[in-house]
């Protein structure tokens, strides 16, 4: 009965944290509009900004699935843009290689230069992408994202 | 004039030494609303012509479509106009409550009373965001239209109170730390007020004579700055904000056309008043803003005239505002 509780219970627990700076952002008022955008959305517990940084830190609720991507459309909702996304993920003996396609939590993922090797426990991830990350950055990751994931939305991802 | 200068040298000094905010008291910024917010902004201005205190009051409601288009609806109140044309309008000026006449004659008994102006209508959409860590770059277009019917009795057009019309124009922000500045540019036109002159005050009202009248077209240049004055370091969202500005309002404008009609039939009305006559003016706007708990938007600024002047309103001219956002 317990085996079956754990094998029923759903896998969407493995985001503990994500950390986001978000450009163009100088007002205590604008950085407000983001923390509330970013509070609305139904898997986040909480938010703490550093206005000062204009960074800001994102807590999961348990047992929600986490749609990081809903982070970045929330900077971007309130009109600022997302300088860098991180996330920490708890990992359970996964194996992620160099543009190896990997499924986690039901979204697909592409670990970009990052070589093979077994992740456990809690391990940062910085997200890649026109969405993620500065125009600037972006340029330089651009060519390295390619998908070998077949169907449905791709996460870039580097260790 | 003098007063204008030296704030304007003031302010401007205060700015290059140091480097803000873009949440003008006066002009609009090209960044936007967020997504689904609400933003309600109770607002006012005041002076005061020789004997009379002139008053407006709007309430206006702004919406964040999307990330990118904002709209706006703002409706007014003031004791600006009264219900009809006054008299001797080509040739009139104002003194207090009361309107006089080329010939010298003072007509008294003209109260302007609290009138509900119209409506106001502004969308604004970005089409260039340059964000950057402490710093953006953006450029918006913007269209609006009123919908007033008020007796607006001098050329320069003002569609958020004064003239039903149309305008558009572009706005570009740069914003970086503590520093903002921001120029908007734009054309309106003005439609005509057709409506009635009073003709004596002893006559009764089918003595009035049927008037139309066409404002003149106008430009406005607006340049606005902003400084984020306190708090130095940012700690959280408790501090109180306080921003200091600096905003250029200019407008250049053509001549009215006055046409009426009477049992003679209809004509061009030759006009002598400076009200009605061509203009170009910059007002200078210090002002200062708190920004309590990173919500609630309290403002407060002075209009002096910088180059000629506006013959809508007399100066010192007061505004002031509050803000707040709701979040969807």
Known sequence: MVALCFFFTPLHAQYKEAEIGINGLTCSQCSRSVELRIRKLAF??????????????VFFKEGEKVEIGKIASAVKDAGFSVRYLKAVYHFGNETVSKDKCLDLSGDHYTFVRSKEQSLTGDVPMTFLGEKFQEKKEFRKWQSYLKSNCAGGYTYFVTL | MRWGLLSLCCVLCLFFRAGGQELFILNEPASNIPKHTLGVRA??????????????????????????????????????????????????????????????????????????????????????SKDGRNEHFRAAVYAEGSFLKVAH???????????RGVGAGLITTYLKDR??????????????????????????????????????????????????????????????????????????????????????????????????LANHYVDINPGIQFIVRSDLRIDFSVGLPLINRSYVHYYPLYTFGVQKYFYF
Do not use: C, W
């Open chain 1, 44 to 57: 986040v517990k909480d938010v703490q900004m550093n206005l000062e940084h204009t960074e800001g830190r």
């Open chain 2, 153 to 163: 009795d001098e050329t320069e057009p003002n569609l958020l109170d004064d003239t």
């Open chain 2, 179 to 276: 520093f903002a500045v921001s120029f908007t540019g734009g054309v309106i036109i003005p439609f005509e007020y057709n409506g009635y002159m009073l003709n004596n005050y002893y006559l009764g009202p089918e003595y009035n004579v049927q008037t139309e009248l066409k404002y003149g077209n106008a430009i406005q240049y607006n340049l606005s700055f902003g400084y984020l004055l306190l708090p130095r370091h940012y700690k959280d969202y408790k501090q109180l904000n306080l921003n200091l500005y600096l905003e250029l309002q200019g407008k250049s404008y053509a001549s009215a056309k006055i046409r009426q009609t009477d049992v003679h039939g209809t004509t061009d009305i030759q006009i002598s008043s400076p009200l009605l």
């Open chain 2, 43 to 128: 607002f006012g201005n005041t002076y005061r012509e020789l004997n009379a205190q002139r008053n407006m009051g709007a309430l206006r409601l702004m919406y964040g479509l999307t990330p990118k288009l904002t709209v706006m609806a703002t409706g007014t109140l003031s004791n600006h106009h009264d219900t009809i044309l006054p008299r001797f309008l080509a040739d009139h000026t104002h003194s207090g409550s009361q309107t006089a006449g080329a010939t010298g004659t003072v007509v008294k008994g003209l109260k302007y009373p609290y009138l509900f102006n119209g409506i106001h209508l502004y969308a604004k959409y970005r089409f260039i």
